[in-house]
């Protein structure tokens, strides 16, 4: 998955729409698998326990919950998917810390697959670096995510 460094804003904002499948752009729309771009960045979201994200820091790289080893990855969502997510999984948690992260960085270790709930979200068979983090949202309780992220 390339950059789109150099691009001009129209083509960039063109590509919004595409699908990625296997870390790679299809060229096909799909809503189940809408990206959220970032200047020339893709982003993606991981949900986190304050401290989680409080030994993510001091670690310099997060590898994953409990429920992201025993699946052998680590479960993150699409800017569409993050606020369902949150609710579903974290519905009961008073604080959050949601995570954009650069897909870039990710590249080759990402993939998008399908749930059992269905659509395609976003599973990292690695650690995630710090470096992969370009911004960090404390959010107070899983009904505040939608809210509190930047959209689309």
Known sequence: MGHATGAAPSEVAGRRS???RGGHATGAADSSCAVD???DAVLIYKILLP???SEFEAAGRFDGSPFDRSSGFIH???REQVGATALRVFG????LVVVSLDAGVLDEWLRWEPAPNGGLFPHVYASLPLSAVVAVHH???ASQVDSVLPGE
């Open 18 to 20: 595409r699908a990625f």
């Open 37 to 39: 771009w970032h200047g």
């Open 51 to 53: 401290s989680e994200w």
């Open 76 to 78: 993150c969502s699409s």
């Open 92 to 95: 009961e948690e008073p604080a």
């Open 139 to 141: 959010i107070a309780g």
